[in-house]
């Protein structure tokens, strides 16, 4: 399971208030990602890491910010949560080997939005 | 540009085939693929690197074909646990992934 954990699991929240998602890998690496997957849609990427303090947007990644000060945890926050961030939220890392790059999953986060 | 799967829904009875495809716009440079059961994370399948290239894992393989920018993934004799939803993810020079919306497959005694 790419030793992948996030927290928490299942929140709920109101309009307004901020949130923050976190997700902690145990075996040092590199990349990591923030999607969320709403039905329809697939996995959208929200922001990626390349490196402690070294981040970069994906496609969908207004009305969030991350952090990541540390290899093994990267943050995602909701500055101000709005009905339409309902959704469940996964973490993935990548792993490289000679059949190339693979992208390990978390266990996912849903977050509802009232 | 996200690629696009087709179907987007299949029905099967336990020992048929199917085929998800996966079409993108854009070139090319791997194809990744991928099972989600319900409420569970995403699972790795298989990626495949180079065009023409082909991979098997169990009675699952897949295809790439770099010229029509576009995958296929072929479950033969298919079985009750390869019920889910299937996503290719699409590798850009940028590095990043791609995901198309999904292929809900469903596998029926």
């Known amino acids: 399971d790419a030793g992948i954990t ?5 929140k709920v929240t109101e309009t307004g208030t901020p949130v923050t998602l976190r997700c902690h890998q145990t075996e040092n690496h590199r990349y990591m990602y923030w999607y969320r997957q709403d039905p329809g849609h697939g996995l959208r990427l929200i922001h990626y890491s390349y490196g402690v303090k070294d981040t970069d947007k994906g496609e969908v990644s207004d009305g969030y910010s991350v952090s990541r000060s540390k290899t093994e945890d990267f943050l995602l ?6 009905s339409s961030q309902t959704s469940v939220y996964f973490c993935a890392i990548s792993e490289w080997t000679s059949g190339g790059e693979t992208q390990y999953f978390g266990p996912g986060t849903r977050l509802l939005v009232l | 540009q996200q690629p696009v799967q087709s179907p987007q829904a299949v029905i099967l009875r336990e020992g048929e085939d199917a085929v ?26 298989m990626i495949l690197l180079k065009g ?3 991979k098997g894992h169990e009675k699952i393989s897949a295809s790439f074909n770099e010229k ?21 993810g699409t ?16 596998v029926k005694p």
Not at chain 1, 77 to 82: D, G, K, V
Not at chain 2, 29 to 43: D, I, L, M, N
């Open chain 2, 20 to 45: 998800i495809n996966c079409s993108s716009s854009k070139a090319l440079y791997s194809v990744h693929w991928y099972r989600q059961k319900h409420g569970e994370a995403p699972v790795f399948l």
């Open chain 2, 68 to 88: 029509k920018q576009q995958s296929s993934l072929y479950l033969t004799a298919s079985q009750l646990s390869y019920s889910g939803t299937y996503f290719c």
């Open chain 1, 77 to 82: 926050t909701l500055e101000s949560a709005t």
């Open chain 2, 52 to 54: 023409g290239e082909q």
């Open chain 2, 91 to 106: 590798g850009l020079n940028t590095g990043k992934l791609i995901f198309g919306q999904g292929t809900t497959l469903q």
């Open chain 1, 6 to 10: 996030q927290s928490p699991r299942h």
